[in-house]
């Protein structure tokens, strides 16, 4: 199926113009897709919050290209009406514009028609790079995940003057280096604000406020498969990992109690196999 978004349409898709805001989800395997495109989601951002939401890793940094590769290529057999977002992982784009454009066609040729990156105006080269090749990239900052030593664990940025106009110049940057959209993440609503202000390519936010040009959030805290205790940003509209709970434990107690399987549950054997398999004491 082919998705109802592209990038070109995206790049105009500004709130201030009267365009309807965009809803991007993150999903890691094909059930997760399936779901994302029945619900009607623009993008579906194969995040490397693969590595926390799935993998059981603390943080970001121990995802690899090749786990990306294997998350992407799963959510894209779901052949989902969205537009796939490939995430690339850290050290994936750091080491020169060479190595960027290698890391994102490897993405692509998994399933993704576009790639995310994080990081401002030290990043414009690999943007600049990869968006040469053909490969639509879209911005992430603020709250940058890859950065959590840099930034001194995941705090909210841009908080004071100096740092919130850093910011703004980075959208810039990324902006003038071709992305087509940019991620906001873990800012005041203020900052997001002055941010999709500032450019001409929509916003998504994160922890970013209402006025972002869409929204984007983990399928895990959505669905309340994540943590007890999700950021403040997060609305959870399902609690999943209860339900599942309730519904291993009634497996469990069936089969214990002797519930489960019953006959309809069964294959039936025929009369000859029965007989035949009888033990020799109870055979005619
Ligand atoms: O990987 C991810 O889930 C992300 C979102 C937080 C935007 O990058």
């Known amino acids: 199926m082919s ?20 809803v991007m989800v993150t999903a890691y395997d094909h059930p997760g897709a399936s779901i994302a495109s029945a619900a009607g989601v623009d993008l579906i951002l194969v995040g490397d919050s693969v590595a926390n939401n799935v993998l059981g890793y603390e943080d970001t940094l121990s995802v690899t290209v090749d786990d990306m590769v294997h998350h992407i290529a799963a959510v894209a ?34 399933g993704a028609q576009c790639v995310k990156l994080e990081g401002g105006r030290k990043r414009v080269p690999a943007i600049e790079a990869i968006v040469n090749a053909e490969i639509p990239v879209m911005g992430h900052l603020g709250l940058t995940p890859q950065s959590v030593h840099a930034m001194g664990g995941m705090r909210v940025q841009g908080r004071r003057v100096d740092a919130a106009g850093a910011l703004i110049a980075d959208a810039k940057a990324v902006e003038a280096a071709g ?5 906001v993440e873990g800012v005041p609503d203020a900052l997001g604000a002055a941010v999709t202000a500032a ?18 959030l983990v399928f895990h805290d959505v669905l309340g498969l994540g943590p007890a205790r999700a ?13 599942a709970v309730k519904a291993l434990a009634a497996f469990a107690a069936d089969v214990r109690s002797g519930a489960f399987p ?11 196999l029965r007989a035949a398999l009888a033990p020799r004491s109870e055979r005619a």
């Open 179 to 183: 992305c087509f959209a940019v991620v």
């Open 77 to 110: 057999r779901a052949r989902p009406e969205c537009l796939i977002v490939g995430d690339m992982p850290w050290m994936s784009y750091h080491l020169g514009s060479e190595d960027a454009v290698f890391n994102a066609a490897r993405l692509i040729r998994a």
């Open 199 to 216: 450019l001409e390519i929509p916003t998504i936010g994160i922890g970013a406020g209402a006025d972002c040009d869409g929204q984007v």
């Open 231 to 243: 950021p403040k940003f997060v609305r959870r509209y399902a609690n999943l990992a209860e339900d």
């Open 3 to 22: 998705p109802r978004v592209d990038v070109q349409t995206l790049r105009g898709r500004k709130r201030r113009d009267g365009a309807e805001p965009i």
């Open 262 to 272: 019953t006959a309809a549950e069964s294959y039936e054997a025929s009369e000859q």
